[in-house]
């Protein structure tokens, strides 16, 4: 086993063992002979004190002075050890020795908590200096972005090539083929007879997002993807509407980025997943229409044509053969998810409250929604949507 007077020759640890977790039976043999060797000098006699300075020079990790110069960028990898981003500073000639960074660090109380990331760091720099910058969050370079929830796909490319400065043709190329992104190949399948359509619609996980400066497309959008299948873990998705809703974790994530759409606030996502249920697969309504305009926009979108609130859509806009996202005068869902839906949408499209109803219209300026089992009642809804002015 390599030890302290190793490290004081050798400016890299061995990188299989870690420094910071040695045991103390080797300390107590590096300590004793130490010992050994400083009364070994004492017994010959003479120059002592030189003697002393000399054999503690051996057992001192080699280190620089001062807080260093210029400006150098290390890459602090995911899950990386101490040994390991000593190991790195040491090959941009950061720190002199792995030993000393470690040793700094597990002087610092906060030293066993430096994130992954790029840092602007100084050449030659004192290892408690170097502790000190990779723990100040000025000193780290990201990217930082924040995705809405709700936003398509092509939004979320536009906000990640404004941050990033990636080509949004990147990202268009790098999502054709979700599988390859994460995205487990089960969650395309379909209880609902129809066609399966693999997009990676739904699965860009709203939130924000700190992406290393040298990223690629495929970096962002795999690390979005991991996080939506971490959510979507925690809350228990899949197993809960497969076995709850008896449909697909496809479809119910599909209504969940509808009621996203649709719902004006966090309040009525729920409900709003609950109507697309009751009118989909309850057998009480026309055809199993889910009739939810949102369909509509979102295929103007990923076509490029202007979008339009729903009170100037014609009933030839509503009912084109051509549409496929077209929701009136045809059953079931939309063909794949119409954006990103938040955590709040997963949950009321996982487990909807209670409810028959079948209607629903946004009823006032702060997007609340009223919701009706009949037609009477979604017209005294629409009446008093009309008398605050939102329809």
């Given at each position: 086993?390599?030890d302290?007077?190793?490290?004081a020759?050798?400016?890299?640890?061995?990188?299989?063992k870690p420094?910071?977790?040695?045991?103390?039976g080797?300390?107590?043999?590096?300590?004793a002979?130490?010992l050994?060797?400083f009364?070994l000098?004492?017994?010959?006699?003479?120059?002592?004190?030189l003697g002393y300075n000399?054999v503690r020079?051996f057992?001192?990790?080699?280190d620089?002075?001062?807080?260093?110069?210029?400006?150098v960028?290390?890459?602090?990898?995911?899950s990386?050890?101490l040994?390991?981003?000593?190991?790195?500073?040491v090959?941009?000639d950061?720190?002199?020795?792995?030993a000393a960074?470690?040793?700094a660090?597990d002087?610092?109380?906060q030293?066993?908590?430096?994130r992954?990331?790029t840092?602007?760091?100084?050449s030659?720099?004192?290892a408690?200096?170097?502790?000190?910058m990779?723990?100040?969050?000025?000193?780290?370079?990201?990217t930082?972005?924040?995705?809405?929830?709700?936003?398509?796909a092509?939004?979320v490319y536009?906000?990640?090539?404004?941050a990033t400065?990636?080509p949004?043709?990147?990202?268009e190329?790098?999502?054709?083929?979700?599988?390859?992104?994460?995205?487990?190949?089960?969650?395309f399948n379909?209880?609902?007879?129809?066609?399966?359509?693999?997009s990676i619609?739904?699965?860009?996980?709203?939130d924000?997002y700190?992406?290393?400066?040298?990223g690629?497309?495929?970096?962002a959008?795999?690390?979005?993807?991991a996080h939506?299948?971490k959510?979507?873990?925690?809350?228990d998705?899949?197993?809960t509407?497969e076995?709850?809703?008896?449909?697909?974790p496809?479809?119910?994530?599909t209504?969940?980025?509808?009621?996203?759409?649709?719902a004006?606030?966090d309040e009525d996502?729920?409900k709003?997943?609950?109507v697309?249920?009751n009118r989909?697969?309850?057998?009480?309504?026309p055809c199993?229409?889910?009739q939810f305009d949102v369909?509509?926009?979102y295929?103007?979108?990923l076509?490029g044509?202007?979008?339009?609130?729903?009170?100037?859509?014609t009933?030839?806009e509503?009912?084109?053969?051509k549409n496929?996202?077209?929701t009136h005068?045809?059953?079931g869902?939309t063909?794949?998810?119409?954006n990103?839906?938040?955590?709040?949408?997963?949950e009321?499209a996982?487990?909807?409250?209670?409810?028959q109803?079948l209607?629903?219209?946004?009823?006032?300026k702060?997007?609340?929604?009223?919701?009706?089992?009949?037609?009477?009642?979604?017209?005294?809804?629409?009446a008093?949507?009309?008398?605050?002015g939102?329809?």
């Amino acid at each position: 086993m390599i030890d302290e007077l190793d490290l004081a020759f050798d400016e890299k640890a061995d990188r299989t063992k870690p420094r910071h977790r040695r045991s103390r039976g080797g300390k107590g043999k590096t300590s004793a002979a130490f010992l050994l060797t400083f009364v070994l000098l004492a017994v010959l006699g003479g120059g002592v004190y030189l003697g002393y300075n000399k054999v503690r020079g051996f057992f001192t990790a080699a280190d620089y002075d001062g807080p260093g110069t210029g400006t150098v960028q290390v890459e602090i990898k995911e899950s990386a050890t101490l040994t390991d981003m000593g190991n790195a500073l040491v090959d941009k000639d950061v720190v002199k020795s792995t030993a000393a960074f470690v040793n700094a660090a597990d002087a610092n109380p906060q030293g066993h908590n430096i994130r992954s990331g790029t840092y602007n760091l100084r050449s030659q720099m004192a290892a408690k200096d170097a502790v000190a910058m990779l723990l100040d969050p000025k000193s780290r370079v990201s990217t930082g972005v924040t995705i809405p929830e709700g936003k398509t796909a092509n939004q979320v490319y536009a906000l990640l090539s404004k941050a990033t400065n990636i080509p949004v043709k990147d990202f268009e190329a790098a999502a054709k083929d979700p599988v390859a992104l994460g995205v487990p190949a089960f969650w395309f399948n379909r209880t609902d007879g129809q066609k399966s359509t693999r997009s990676i619609e739904g699965f860009l996980f709203p939130d924000t997002y700190e992406f290393q400066p040298k990223g690629t497309a495929q970096d962002a959008l795999r690390t979005m993807v991991a996080h939506f299948l971490k959510v979507a873990e925690k809350i228990d998705f899949v197993s809960t509407v497969e076995k709850e809703r008896k449909i697909s974790p496809y479809e119910a994530l599909t209504v969940a980025s509808l009621a996203q759409a649709e719902a004006g606030n966090d309040e009525d996502l729920g409900k709003v997943a609950r109507v697309a249920y009751n009118r989909i697969y309850g057998g009480n309504f026309p055809c199993s229409c889910l009739q939810f305009d949102v369909g509509i926009n979102y295929y103007y979108q990923l076509t490029g044509r202007p979008t339009k609130p729903s009170k100037d859509m014609t009933l030839a806009e509503l009912t084109d053969p051509k549409n496929p996202y077209r929701t009136h005068n045809k059953a079931g869902l939309t063909p794949t998810p119409i954006n990103n839906p938040g955590q709040a949408a997963l949950e009321g499209a996982m487990k909807p409250p209670a409810g028959q109803w079948l209607y629903f219209v946004a009823i006032d300026k702060q997007g609340h929604s009223a919701f009706a089992t009949t037609l009477d009642g979604q017209r005294k809804n629409e009446a008093i949507a009309r008398k605050n002015g939102v329809l």
